[in-house]
């Protein structure tokens, strides 16, 4: 650019001056000409709405699967578009976006190793696929296996404040050790911290899965970490020096994963608890009160070094058998009594038992579940977590069909009152709850690969059966009916009318390879399917009639962007 003060600048010619005034006017005049015609034009239709990254407007939802999709994508759970994918990784907020993380390997099959993959939503629903944030194999230290993300708002780890701080478990020659990456782009790209490994491994084979909160009491960072069968406790100024404090174990779980701890407060009765939380995979010898995995927690209080559990015997945070490496977060944009009331979570929907023999074409090692809300409440003097869809899964629904009232006959199997047009659909029941038997509602065609959602009035719980299985290869222990063990007592506030019968309210979110049901009561099952055919619903009535109060079906939008 030239200085308007340097004297070897060209002067112009006062005639020159004027008429270079003159077009000048004239342009002018052109120009604001334009301007208004356009503005014009353009009322007597609304301005498109930009929509944000990772989200999609209601009056542009699209219901059609892309062709040439593999038929067993989801369309509203997250996947990617190729390669394996497994662990999610807790949810941060950072200028205005919601970021996940997930475990994802390019390599699959061939080739070893996992590392990042994000995606990123304005509303926890609407996902966009952004490809890989942190690389496998770039540090010298193995591949990137399941971590958490923190927003570092005083920049204690050295990447400066605000900084998003990924703290990760690497994995060399089947050595784990803890890592610390850092980012200063919100999240997109990271880089390695120069002290890495931030925790050199004891000796240990299980050593991983660190999950990060912020004691800001203390001023400092507490770590939680599954180290095999128990859970250790560690502290740290600064994200990249750890102390060990305590550790809190499980001999009846078998190998814990993807720790967590949080603290939460029953809004009706003001009790508050810490909750711990892991992973249990059963399938390294544990086994409890008839399941083999899934998210157990325990309730109890934690002084800022120990938890100490309320009860020996862990609840769970869904009864299905496809729940598993589960996160939760709360929302920080919420004030802190609300976010000490309500949480959010989602898991993954597969199971290590079957992970890696699923018929997927496109992609391998199944979805995410939709993300869930999660509060507390007290049952029979015990807190219990109950957990429901996000209300913005609304927004992906389609119009709804329903059904007047009407008896299901036992003995026969007819098809419902309903049909859904497309394998993702959002169906809500109610029914009077009978003396005695079940209610089946079963989803595809009656040969091979259906699944039956149902509901067991003996015992006044929900239940999935998978039963045989032809594009899907399930263990028999995992074709066993899968239900809530113990389940709680019914609520009295759900009647008819006042009359005598008790009304169950089932919410069952079906998408192409998984279904996700939930009960009035906060109990919840997740299970992987495959089936194969048309999205047919047939229903069954033993034992007694069952009389149907409420039938609604919507079709649900595609909501993941690749």
């Not at 390294?284 to 100490?308: H, K, N, P």
């Not at 979570?345 to 074409?361: C, K």
Request: aromatic share 8%.
């Amino acid at each position: 650019m030239t200085n308007p003060t340097d004297p070897t600048r060209p002067t112009r010619s006062p005639r020159r001056t004027i008429l270079v005034l003159l077009l000048a006017g004239i342009a002018t005049v052109v120009v604001g000409v334009l301007v208004l015609m356009l503005s014009l034009s353009h009322r007597s239709a609304p301005a498109p709405t930009a929509s944000p990254s990772g989200s999609s407007p209601a009056d542009v939802r699209v219901f059609d699967r892309p062709a040439g999709w593999d038929p067993f994508r989801p369309s509203y759970h997250v996947t990617p578009p190729a390669h394996w994918m497994n662990d999610p990784q807790r949810p941060i907020f950072v200028d205005g976006l919601w970021h996940l993380y997930y475990l994802y390997n390019a390599d699959y099959p061939t080739g070893n190793g996992t590392e990042w993959y994000h995606a990123t939503s304005d509303d926890l629903v609407h996902w966009k696929n952004e490809g890989v944030a942190i690389e496998k194999y770039r540090n010298g230290l193995g591949d990137i296996l399941t971590g958490s993300a923190v927003v570092d708002a005083a920049g204690t780890a050295g990447f400066g404040p605000g900084a998003v701080i990924a703290v990760v478990t690497q994995q060399d020659d089947g050595v784990q050790r803890q890592s610390v990456f850092g980012s200063t782009d919100g999240g997109y790209t990271f880089q390695p911290a120069p002290s890495n490994p931030v925790m050199e491994n004891p000796g240990v084979v299980d050593w991983r899965d660190p999950k990060i909160i912020r004691d800001e009491a203390s001023g400092r960072w507490v770590m939680v970490l599954a180290e095999g069968r128990r859970l250790g406790f560690y502290t740290s100024p600064d994200l990249l020096s750890w102390t060990y404090v305590s550790d809190f174990s499980s001999e009846t779980l078998g190998l814990l994963e993807c720790p967590d701890l949080f603290e939460m407060v029953d809004p009706d009765t003001g009790r508050r608890t810490w909750v711990l939380a892991a992973s249990a995979d059963g399938s390294d010898g544990g086994r409890i009160e008839g399941r083999s995995t899934g998210l157990a927690y325990w309730t109890g209080t934690w002084d800022g070094t120990r938890f100490a559990a309320d009860d020996a015997d862990p609840q769970w945070l869904d009864d299905g058998a496809d729940f598993y490496a589960a996160v939760t977060w709360d929302d920080p944009t919420r004030s802190e009594t609300d976010r000490l009331t309500e949480r959010h979570a989602l898991g993954w929907i597969n199971n290590w038992a079957y992970a890696r023999d699923l018929p997927t074409r496109d992609w391998q090692g199944g979805a995410l579940s939709v993300t869930r809300s999660i509060t507390l409440t007290e049952v029979d003097g015990r807190l219990r977590l109950r957990s429901r869809p996000v209300d913005a899964l609304r927004t992906l629904e389609g119009d709804a069909e329903s059904a007047s009232a009407h008896v299901i006959a036992p003995g026969a199997i007819a098809p419902l009152a309903l049909q859904p047009s497309s394998p993702a659909y959002r169906m809500r029941v109610s029914f009077e709850r009978p003396d005695t038997g079940e209610l089946r509602l079963r989803l595809g065609d009656s040969g091979a690969d259906a699944v039956t959602v149902g509901y067991d009035a003996d015992r006044g719980a929900a239940f999935i059966v998978r039963e045989d299985s032809v594009a899907a290869r399930f263990p028999e222990v995992y074709r066993a009916p899968q239900t809530d063990p113990s389940p709680p007592a019914a609520d009295a506030s759900a009647r008819s009318g006042g009359a005598d019968a008790e009304i169950v309210t089932m919410d069952i979110l079906v998408d192409a390879s998984s279904v996700e049901v939930f009960l009035g009561d906060g109990s919840s099952l997740t299970s992987a399917m495959y089936p194969v055919g048309s999205p047919r619903v047939t229903t069954e009535a033993t034992g007694a009639a069952v009389r149907i109060t409420a039938l609604a079906l919507s079709p649900m939008a595609l909501a993941i962007t690749d």
